[in-house]
């Protein structure tokens, strides 16, 4: 807990070079937040719990949207040109 404390206030103490080094480490702890809140609410019927499942499903679909192709549709089509999420996922590497 101490070396927790004292990383946190030399990040706190150093020139604005800081925000460099930290925001990835907070990019990182915000995107594990954000897959336990989606994990705990997950299948929830309450009104918060069905508004937490659409942004975590939006969020999951901007996720892989935002990954690159690594293969052609060519390479990954199915017979008879069936175009589906697994062909997606073959084109995105996954």
Sequence with gaps: MKWILATLMLFACCPG???????????????????????????????????MNKQCRDRARAEFDSLPDEKSLKDCIKPGNVINDDVRKCMKGL
């Design 17 to 51: 070079s800081a925000q460099s080094i930290t925001q990835p480490v907070v990019a990182q702890v915000q995107k594990t937040a954000d897959s336990m809140l989606c994990a705990t609410y997950k299948g929830e019927h309450s009104a918060f719990g069905k508004a």
